[in-house]
């Protein structure tokens, strides 16, 4: 009996080991990815706009360029966030900078045209880019 409890111990022991290192792993960014399309913002805002089913087959989860002008900067404090390609309609391409110091460094401002490189998330009125870095 006190075997079989040291085993289930030892298991218990291991099994929270693995998801605390899950938990506690840093994400990977996309800065040293290759990138799996490139494309203006106002194509892709259509693209999802016009056919999202077909437009998350093609960027859904994927690493993407896109070329915009900025149109608005919200910072959070450590993150911010950078709407290019502004709709009359309101949408945009919103990527996420999380550090922002990368956005400040390079001095962006409104109105710049700029390419970010990020990992596309969706469309939830705007296309939704995280872990975002300028490209070069």
């Known amino acids: 009996m006190q075997k079989k409890l ?12 693995f998801a605390w290192y899950w ?9 040293s990815k290759s990138t799996d399309a490139s ?3 106002l194509q ?6 016009n056919n ?3 437009a998350n087959k093609i960027y ?3 690493v993407i360029e896109v070329k915009g002008m900025v ?35 390079k001095n962006i401002t409104k109105g710049q045209e700029i390419t970010v490189k990020g990992r596309c998330t969706g469309f939830n009125i705007d296309v939704n880019l995280t872990d975002c870095v300028i490209a070069k």
């Open 6 to 17: 040291i085993i289930f111990l030892a298991g218990v022991i291991i099994c929270l080991g």
């Open 23 to 31: 938990y506690n792993k840093p994400r990977e960014g996309v800065a």
């Open 39 to 41: 494309v203006r913002a």
């Open 44 to 49: 892709l805002y259509e693209a999802f706009n």
């Open 52 to 54: 999202e089913a077909e």
């Open 60 to 62: 859904l989860n994927k």
């Open 71 to 105: 149109d608005d900067l919200a910072n959070s404090g450590e993150e911010i966030i950078l709407t290019l390609g502004l709709q009359p309609t309101g949408g945009g391409i919103s990527c996420r900078f999380s550090p922002g110091k990368e956005v400040v460094e």
